[in-house]
Nanobody, 123 residues
């Protein structure tokens, strides 16, 4: 089992920045690829970014390329999502997830999920 706890969400004005963190406990964090997803009210959960277990490979959704950066620190069992140039449409609950298989962009590809952290971007 892997337990994931997100933090760093909050209210920010459009154009601002936030850094989300996700701390993992349980089995060896460095074995897992990690991803960030988000879910807005009334919408499905969607992929935003993912990073390989080693940190040397990343993938991004087109909607956040150039604005969001995913990174990880295996010594701290933590994955980060640096978000900049935030837009009102980025408002959602953000979830981190752990994946033992191939690096995935699909919800079904992930084995463990955190409880989420709310990000609200005002216009």
């Amino acid at each position: 089992q892997v337990q994931l706890v997100e933090s760093g969400g909050g209210l920010v004005q459009a154009g601002g920045s936030l850094r989300l963190s996700c701390v993992a406990s349980g089995r060896t964090f460095s074995r897992y690829h990690m991803g960030w997803f988000r879910q807005a009210p009334g919408k499905e959960r969607e992929f935003e970014a993912a990073v390989t277990w080693s940190g040397d490979g990343t993938r991004y959704a087109d909607s956040v390329k150039g604005r969001f950066t995913i990174s990880r620190d295996n010594a701290k069992n933590t994955v980060y999502l640096q978000m900049s140039s935030l837009k009102p449409e980025d408002t959602a609950v953000y979830y981190c997830a752990a994946d033992l298989g191939l690096l995935s962009t699909r919800v079904a590809g992930y084995d463990y999920w955190g409880q989420g952290t709310q990000v609200t971007v005002s216009s």
